[in-house]
C-alpha cells in the first residue's frame, strides 16, 4: 500500500496535461466538456458497481452461519425493474442532449460575417499547405488570428489524412476529391501543435506542424508579408 499509492498520485498528477482538456477555442471548450461529462458518468457507474460488488461479496459470502440458508427466489419486483429501466435512461439523456446539441453547433461550418477568415488547408503526402485568400501560403505552420471566426476548408491532394489541433479543436478527415470544414474561433494568443491524425504512411510522424494565434494586427501585418 505504501508504495501503491504515490504510483496512483503519479499516475494521476501526469494525466494533467491532457492538451484536448485545455481548449484554446469555445468549440474546443464544448468538446472537452463532452469528455469530462461522459467520464463522469462513466466513473460514476463504475463507482456503483463496484460498491454494490463489495458489498454483495463480503455480506453474502458462505460462512458457518449462512451455509443452509437458501436465498428465497424473488418472482420480479416491480420496483426494481422501473429502477434499473429509469436510472441508465436518465444517464444516456444527460449524455445524450449536449452531445446532439454540440455535434449540430460544431458541423454548422457556415461563415457568419463578412469578416470570417478563409483559409484552405491542404494535406498531402507528407506535407500541409495552408493557403489564404490573398494567395499567401505557408508550409506546416498555420498562422490565425485571435478572436475572429475562422473557416478552415480541408482538402487532400493523395490519400486520406486528418487534420488535427488538440487544444484548438477536435479532428477532421481530409478526403481526396472532397471538401470538409471547420469552423473555429481561437480566443488564446499562442502556438498548438498540430497533427495528422489518420496513419497515412511511411512519412506520417512527419505530418506535424504548428498554429501559431496572434494578435489581430499582428496577422493583418503577417499576412501582408511578403508571399
Ligand atoms: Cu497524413
Redesign the pocket.
Known amino acids: 500500500m505504501k508504495k501503491l499509492l504515490p504510483a496512483l498520485i503519479m499516475l494521476f498528477l501526469t494525466g494533467c496535461n491532457v492538451r484536448t482538456l485545455n481548449p484554446v477555442s469555445e468549440t474546443g471548450a464544448d468538446q472537452a466538456f463532452l469528455i469530462k461529462l461522459s467520464f463522469g458518468i462513466m466513473m460514476f457507474v463504475v463507482a456503483v458497481v463496484c460498491v454494490l460488488f463489495i458489498i454483495f461479496t463480503v455480506k453474502y459470502r458462505e460462512n458457518d452461519l449462512n451455509r443452509k440458508d437458501i436465498p428465497k427466489h424473488e418472482e420480479g419486483s416491480r420496483v426494481l425493474e422501473i429502477l434499473w429501466t429509469t436510472i441508465p435512461f436518465v444517464l444516456l439523456a444527460i449524455l445524450a442532449v449536449p452531445t446532439v446539441m454540440y455535434t449540430f453547433q460544431a458541423s454548422n461550418t457556415e461563415a457568419g460575417s463578412e469578416d470570417t477568415l478563409h483559409v484552405d488547408v491542404i ?1 498531402e ?2 506535407n500541409w499547405t495552408f493557403a489564404y485568400e490573398n494567395g499567401k501560403e505557408t508550409h506546416k505552420e498555420l498562422v490565425l488570428p485571435v478572436d475572429r471566426e475562422i473557416v478552415l476548408h480541408l482538402k487532400s491532394t493523395d ?1 486520406i ?2 487534420f488535427w489541433v488538440p487544444r484548438l479543436i477536435g479532428k477532421r478527415d481530409t478526403i481526396p476529391g472532397e471538401e470538409n470544414e471547420l469552423k473555429v474561433t481561437p480566443d488564446q494568443t499562442g502556438t498548438y501543435q498540430g497533427k ?1 491524425a ?1 496513419f ?2 511511411l512519412g ?1 510522424t512527419d ?1 506535424r506542424f504548428d498554429t501559431e494565434v496572434i494578435p489581430a494586427e499582428e496577422f493583418e501585418e503577417w499576412l501582408s508579408e511578403e508571399k
Do not use: P, Y
Open positions: 494535406a503526402q507528407w490519400v489524412h486528418s495528422c489518420e497515412c504512411g506520417h505530418m
